[in-house]
């Protein structure tokens, strides 16, 4: 998968629809407070947005509810129906589908993540050795499902920069790499637990390939598991966009222009995201 950069054109347009609606509706969200908004959102923005979600409620009394899931499963459900009126997803492509169908604002890139690997602490891998880690026969290695969750497209995206390293290295990886968590059937950790480090924890992978915000946020739970860097030749970026729905209410587009601004882009950062 590739991410895509949207201009600042698209960015304009969504604050511009924020700057706009917000004004005009001032007085109405004064005397009687706008409906709580429907935002759906990566799961891997769970701990950053519901600190900046927590914020923005205290400042403006503006009620924000927020599901969180992989994006692509997240992309069907408002496809089918659901409520949604703000996306955040992690990658460009799910909110991009939307806005082709209709109705969907087009998307921009709000924040931007990295992969890393979360290890077992009976694994003794760095970046210099991780591919040859994660080929060995030995090793089980886990990632999300790919086109329910693009934690698993971007894995598979570094897995095809592998062969330029060591020839056959896809065809093995693409073999061996269990799909354990993002899709419909993946099983579910306990409420508030990271499905990386419970995974982990269950013995159910020896290198689980995710998110750095992932892996760090599961070693925090699990300490004994290690962070590996991703080297740099197969690194892979994770651009995450953020998309509107057309008639999204002013408050709506508010909290999208809140999200693109410097304080929520500093939780951001100090939830490992880098800007966009």
Known sequence: MRPVSYTNVALATVLALAGCASVDKAPALAAAPA??????????????????????????????????????????????????????????????RLAQRGGWQAPVTFVRNGLCALTSDKID???????????????????????????????????????????????????KTLKLAGAADSPKP??????YGW?????????????????????KEVP????????????????????LRADAPAPAAAFAQALLAAPAQQVFGRFGFAPP
């Open 224 to 243: 004994r598991l290690r962070v590996v860097q991703v080297p740099p030749e197969l690194q892979v970026a994770a651009a995450y966009g953020l998309t």
């Open 35 to 96: 409906a709580a908004l429907q935002v759906y959102a990566a799961g891997s923005l769970r701990s950053a947005l519901n600190a900046i979600a927590s914020d923005y409620e205290a400042r403006t009394g503006q009620k924000v509810n927020l599901t969180y899931g992989p994006s692509g499963l997240l992309r069907e459900r408002i496809e089918k129906g659901e409520a949604a009126q703000l996306f955040a997803s992690a990658d460009t492509e799910h909110p991009q």
């Open 125 to 175: 891998a760095r970046p210099a050795t991780l591919l040859d880690t994660l080929l060995s026969p030995q090793v089980r290695v886990a990632s999300s499902t790919p086109k329910s969750d693009p934690s698993g497209d971007y894995t598979w995206a570094l897995f095809r920069k592998t062969d330029a390293v060591h020839a056959g290295a896809y065809a093995t990886l693409d073999a």
């Open 199 to 219: 995974l982990m924890d269950q013995g159910r992978a020896d290198v689980f390939l995710t998110y750095c915000t992932n892996a760090v946020a599961a070693q």
């Open 190 to 195: 306990p409420d508030g637990i990271s499905a």
